[in-house]
């Protein structure tokens, strides 16, 4: 029997809303569609609650859509069940949010190696070789031994990109990742962001308000009311 072609790799939001059901319901996101491509930067930007956070739920597959589909590599994340769901998180996203969420009893190190785990797949030896090297490209691997709160803002945010990389992840999904930080650690997160899709070919969805930072991605998807009212390539 022969195989089929591999599905693409891209998100696909297709007429995708979002509605909390209750007295009044509240409509988060509406008939959205949108696909994002391999390598691509995205940056989501809209004043506080045009939807912004729940759009990128929805195309991490940490929320589902009430209408519509998100299709993520050609699984419908509607369509199956949550364990497969957290399977494919697990291996194709990375998470990376505006507070760090490290655990604080473990060090950097061990806090990348709890997601490596459970993907399994490889010895702990390798998975300690390849979370050394994520450091490392990150100037990180001197702190490899040192538990959250031995390290400053800046550094947790890069120890949480390293774990969001850990598992080698096409997609990295940023929900104000800079909005913790100054403004000189706020712009090397974005240069690291950035350095991934240049050099790496992943592709990277940034939550962020800083329209400044905003720029630097290569696409941004403004939000009002829900509704995507822009979508912008940036030329030069």
């Known amino acids: 029997m022969t195989e089929g072609?591999?599905?693409?790799s891209r998100i696909v939001a297709a007429g995708v809303s979002r509605v909390l059901p209750g007295v009044v319901p509240v409509t988060l996101v509406r008939d959205i569609d949108l696909t994002i491509g391999r390598g691509e930067f995205l940056a989501i930007t809209?004043?506080?609650?045009?939807?912004?956070?729940?759009?990128?739920?929805?195309?991490?597959?940490?929320?589902?859509?009430?209408?519509?589909?998100?299709?993520?590599?050609?699984?419908?994340?509607?369509?199956?069940?949550?364990?497969?769901?957290a399977?494919?998180?697990l291996r194709k996203i990375g998470f990376l949010?505006?507070?760090?969420?490290?655990?604080?009893?473990?060090?950097?190190?061990?806090?990348?190696?709890i997601p490596m785990r459970r993907k399994g797949g490889t010895t702990v030896r390798k998975m300690r070789e390849r979370a050394m090297a994520i450091l490392a490209?990150?100037?990180?691997?001197?702190e490899a031994?040192?538990?959250?709160?031995?390290?400053?803002?800046?550094?947790?945010?890069r120890a949480a990109l390293a774990r969001a990389l850990a598992n080698d992840p096409d997609y990295?999904?940023?929900?104000?990742?800079?909005?913790?930080?100054?403004?000189?650690?706020?712009?090397?997160?974005?240069?690291m962001l950035d350095r991934l899709v240049r050099e790496e070919q992943r592709t990277v969805i940034a939550v962020t308000h800083d329209i400044v930072l905003a720029e630097r991605a290569r696409?941004?998807?403004?939000?009002?009311?829900?509704?995507?009212v822009e979508d912008r390539v940036r030329t030069a």
């Open 145 to 157: 031994a040192k538990k959250p709160d031995q390290l400053s803002g800046g550094q947790r945010q």
């Open 97 to 113: 949010f505006q507070f760090h969420f490290l655990l604080s009893e473990f060090t950097v190190i061990e806090n990348m190696l």
């Open 5 to 8: 072609p591999e599905p693409p």
């Open 46 to 85: 809209g004043p506080s609650g045009s939807g912004k956070s729940s759009l990128l739920y929805l195309l991490g597959a940490l929320d589902l859509p009430t209408a519509g589909v998100v299709d993520i590599d050609g699984t419908v994340t509607s369509a199956v069940d949550g364990e497969a769901l």
């Open 172 to 191: 990295i999904l940023a929900d104000e990742p800079s909005g913790n930080l100054d403004t000189r650690n706020a712009a090397l997160v974005f240069d």
């Open 137 to 142: 490209s990150l100037h990180l691997d001197g």
């Open 219 to 228: 696409r941004r998807v403004h939000l009002r009311d829900g509704r995507i």
């Open 87 to 89: 399977t494919l998180r």
